[in-house]
Nanobody, 121 residues
């Protein structure tokens, strides 16, 4: 399984970015997809999750600023980030929980290659 995140960059406070994560080597439509982030010196934290049915959950710090979505036809998960703050500066990663056709959990994919998001004040 390969997960490739992209779309990061440098933005000013209040700006927006849209991250993408393309998955390969997995049956994407069966996966629960996650976005994580890790800032220097801090632990990796969960940003957002989207299930196979499109249900979403977010970290408390998101507070309505981010939106996770998925396109199963492209095996891609997205993270639309608005009203960015300097505290959002981190490397963003995607990860997947894989399930079989019966809905039985198989295994996690681990984190793919991340993308750097830097928010300037």
């Amino acid at each position: 399984v390969q997960l490739q995140a992209s779309g990061g960059g440098l933005v000013q406070t209040g700006g927006s970015l849209r991250l993408s994560c393309a998955a390969s080597g997995t049956i994407f439509s069966r996966n629960v997809m996650h976005w994580y982030r890790q800032a220097p010196g801090l632990e990796r934290e969960l940003v957002a999750t989207i299930t196979t049915t499109g249900s979403t959950n977010y970290g408390d710090f998101v507070k309505g600023r981010f939106t996770i979505s998925r396109d199963n036809t492209k095996s891609t998960v997205y993270l639309q980030m608005n009203s960015l703050k300097p505290d959002d500066t981190a490397v963003y990663y995607c990860a997947a929980d894989q399930y079989d056709y019966t809905g039985t959990y198989l295994e996690g994919t681990g984190w793919g290659r991340g993308t750097q998001v830097t928010v300037s004040s």
